[in-house]
């Protein structure tokens, strides 16, 4: 029995890990020049996206125009309990403003109360109407799996999934319990998806290693407020 | 020196409390059945007005038409970092299912960045275009106090009363930190308020001791999802 990790994770170099990162700064208190910086960084790194509030959309288009770092914000965030018409309000607000992914979060309370007609309603009218009015949006349905059984996970995915979502993301980084993404869900759900959708692995990633777990366990993004640091990690090592 | 509390904790018994509670459901995992059970929850206990999330409004218009118990739900909530246009979209979608009072966030990215302007379009501009369209709804700024420095809580409360809000709310019950209203806070923004707004206490009430002393310091509702057992110890003791 060896003692070393599996070799694929070694496939995950510092550019391969950056590419993956939507570097994210989502807390309320965060200041407009704390927000800025994280949009910065996520230019200088080479990060997939920054992820921040939807009233600095417009200023990140602003800075991450000509580039290839992608605009995220958020919609329904991150409790999920919006109407379905002002989830769709908002995201075309965001989109106006420049932004070119946009992470939502499932009602976990009509999943939990198993109102599958209503969640199917929501995120796919939701989906379906942003892929009418704009092309290349990336969209992606926060879970929240910690508040989640692993029945519920799956469930979950697979409305994601029927509702048409290019991703699904684990978490909001905000519930109760453990935010930490792990590597069983992320199996899970890149199983539920079969392959119709991505999965990205949110909230405290703690170092390249797990970094490198997740992505070597199927996610192709981790929403991670810590990208820099796991770059830098891998950069040093060579 | 006595060690009895002050003589005015005793002016709140088991009604006066009863009256002044927003019985708030608005964790997202709660299910419809328990949303559902808060909303006769306050029929039956007499409190000032049931909280819960958007999706849920117009059930409890319908459950609670005819009686004086109010329909209150939450608008750009918890992070208040929504689009004004946003904020203001969502609260009329909330006015439209039935609700009568809204609570919404401050953005305190914004408060703590200094951009006061941008502060009272956004809260000022909801409040009037709101008191235009609908006679008699009960606006309520929750400021995030666990977020803020004296000195911010100060500006925030000044910030909300210039915007027009019938009530300075404390908090969310979400933000990171301590989540429980003190006595401190609420005579803080009392001060602050000057007469212009009413305070609402918001957060984890421990028990009926707690609730009458936020009362007596000077808050006029408390929002708390202990509302039923501060009620049932203070009938209780008869």
Same mark, same amino acid.
């Given at each position: 029995m060896s003692l070393e990790p599996p070799a694929e994770v070694y496939e995950f170099d510092a550019r391969a890990v950056a590419r993956a990162i939507d570097h994210t700064l989502l807390r309320p208190e965060a200041t407009p020049d704390q927000v800025e910086r994280t949009i910065a960084e996520a230019g200088e790194h080479g990060f997939a996206a920054a992820c921040i509030p939807p009233?600095?959309?417009?200023?990140?288009?602003?800075?991450?125009?000509?580039?290839? %770092?992608?605009?995220?914000?958020?919609?329904?965030?991150?409790?999920?309990?919006? /109407?379905?018409?002002?989830?769709?309000?908002?995201?075309?607000?965001?989109?106006?403003?420049?932004? /070119?992914?946009?992470?939502?979060?499932?009602?976990?309370?009509?999943?939990?109360?198993?109102?599958?007609?209503?969640?199917?309603?929501?995120?796919?009218?939701?989906?379906?109407?942003?892929?009418?009015?704009?092309?290349?949006?990336?969209?992606?349905? %926060?879970?929240?799996?910690?508040?989640?059984?692993? /029945?519920?996970? %799956?469930?979950?995915?697979?409305?994601?999934?029927?509702?048409?979502?290019?991703? %699904?993301k684990t978490s909001t980084g905000v519930a109760a319990g453990a935010v930490a993404p792990n590597v069983a869900d992320v199996k899970l759900l890149v199983w539920a998806a079969g392959g119709h959708a991505e999965v990205a692995a949110s909230g405290r990633i703690a170092d390249a290693a797990g970094a490198r777990a997740l992505l070597a366990a199927g996610a192709t993004r981790l929403g991670t407020a810590s990208g820099v640091a796991i770059v830098r990690e891998l950069e040093d090592r060579g």
């Open positions: 009233v600095y959309a417009a200023r990140a288009a602003e800075l991450l125009r000509g580039t290839e %770092i992608r605009v995220c914000t958020v919609v329904g965030f991150p409790f999920g309990y919006v /109407q379905p018409s002002v989830r769709l309000a908002e995201a075309r607000r965001a989109v106006a403003d420049g932004a /070119q992914e946009l992470d939502t979060v499932l009602n976990v309370s009509w999943l939990k109360g198993g109102e599958v007609k209503r969640l199917l309603d929501d995120l796919g009218g939701w989906v379906s109407a942003l892929r009418g009015e704009r092309r290349g949006l990336t969209l992606k349905v %926060i879970l929240e799996t910690a508040l989640l059984t692993e /029945q519920e996970k %799956i469930d979950a995915a697979r409305l994601a999934v029927e509702a048409g979502a290019d991703f %699904i």
